[in-house]
């Protein structure tokens, strides 16, 4: 199984911390931002659907699966034409209107090849709403605690799991 990003929005505190940080492993350009929902704060990436819709509709092969765990995308060969941010069903495709090139999390490559997890999870460390490891590991933990965990995704068996109140469901208090 690959491994992915983990994100309980109950302890995330909107800090920016997971923002900064990945500004500074990509140059200074984020390549995610959190979200306000309600009272919620969600750090959104890039889900790196196991089936990608925005690997599927890129004309130039910018976006490519790199790895079981990542999609990414190759700067040099996007032309800017933003198929790939109406694909992606989450959002997690921007444009870059500065560079004219579309922008998405792609699990801080650099830092996965020096063993290291994602510079969003590290940064998170006080709250712990980020989390980086196996699927099956990740959801399971997920699953014990009194919250709604989904897995986010377009297709396929995997993608990011996320784990959210109840109540921001729409059930309970």
């Keep these: 199984m690959p491994k992915v990003i983990y994100c309980d929005v109950t ?7 997971c923002v900064k940080a990945c ?20 750090p959104a990436n890039c889900r790196h ?3 990608s819709p925005c690997v599927e509709v890129c004309p130039t092969g910018a976006m490519a699966r790199v790895s079981e ?3 990414t995308i190759a700067s040099m060969k996007c032309i800017g034409c933003r198929l790939c941010n109406i694909a992606c069903p989450f959002g997690a495709v921007w444009f870059d209107t500065l560079d004219k090139v579309s922008r998405k999390c792609d699990l801080c490559q650099s830092q996965l090849a ?17 989390r980086f490891g196996d699927f099956d590991q ?8 009194e919250l709604h ?7 396929g ?4 799991v996320v784990s959210i109140p109840i109540k921001a469901n729409g059930k309970g208090g």
């Design 149 to 155: 965990t989904i897995v986010t995704r377009a297709s």
């Design 114 to 130: 020096e063993g290291n997890p994602p510079a969003c999870v590290t940064a998170c460390t006080p709250q712990h709403a980020l």
């Design 138 to 145: 990740l959801l399971n933990s997920a699953q014990t605690r």
């Design 49 to 51: 659907c196991e089936q």
């Design 69 to 71: 765990d990542a999609v």
């Design 23 to 42: 500004e500074s492993v990509h140059y200074g350009r984020n390549h995610m931002f959190v979200q306000a929902v309600d009272e919620l704060f969600i």
């Design 11 to 17: 302890r995330c505190d909107n800090c920016q911390e």
């Design 157 to 160: 068996n995997y993608g990011a």
